[in-house]
């Protein structure tokens, strides 16, 4: 698939999503510019406590467990989260690291956001 195709392809994926709906095009467009898909496999994680966060996702298809590290034993889910849902919000704010873990729960497919690349642009062009 062509570059331009891809670019469509989660354009239109974008728009189609719940969670970006009323977005006008040319804030979808710039999204979709710095997006690309990603998948995992059940049990892969997504990221790590700790790590450090410059991207934010949106979940097209499966499960993502949120989770946080237990004092013991294995990591405490705290939610999971499926189609439709947006993800990743740690690189918003300061020290712009993870404050949880995700793991897929499920295969999943899902876009990954350059978080900073969209504030760049958004600083550029209020």
């Keep these: 698939m062509s570059s331009d195709a891809t670019k469509h392809s989660i354009e239109k994926r974008i728009g189609a999503s719940q969670?970006?709906?009323?977005?006008?095009?040319?804030?979808?467009?710039?999204l979709a510019a710095h997006a690309k898909p990603r998948r995992l496999a059940d049990g892969e994680v997504l990221f790590h406590y700790g790590e450090r966060s410059d991207r934010f996702y949106l979940v097209e298809r499966g499960h993502v467990s949120v989770e946080v590290a237990a004092i013991a034993g294995p990591a405490l889910e705290l939610q999971e989260l499926g189609p439709g849902a947006a993800?990743?919000?740690s690189w918003i704010i300061a020290p712009h690291t993870w404050s949880f873990q995700a793991r897929a729960s499920t295969a999943v497919e899902l876009l990954e956001f350059d978080g900073n690349a969209v504030v760049a642009r958004c600083e550029e062009d209020p």
């Design 19 to 30: 969670f970006f709906s009323g977005l006008r095009p040319e804030f979808i467009e710039l």
């Design 87 to 89: 993800l990743g919000w």
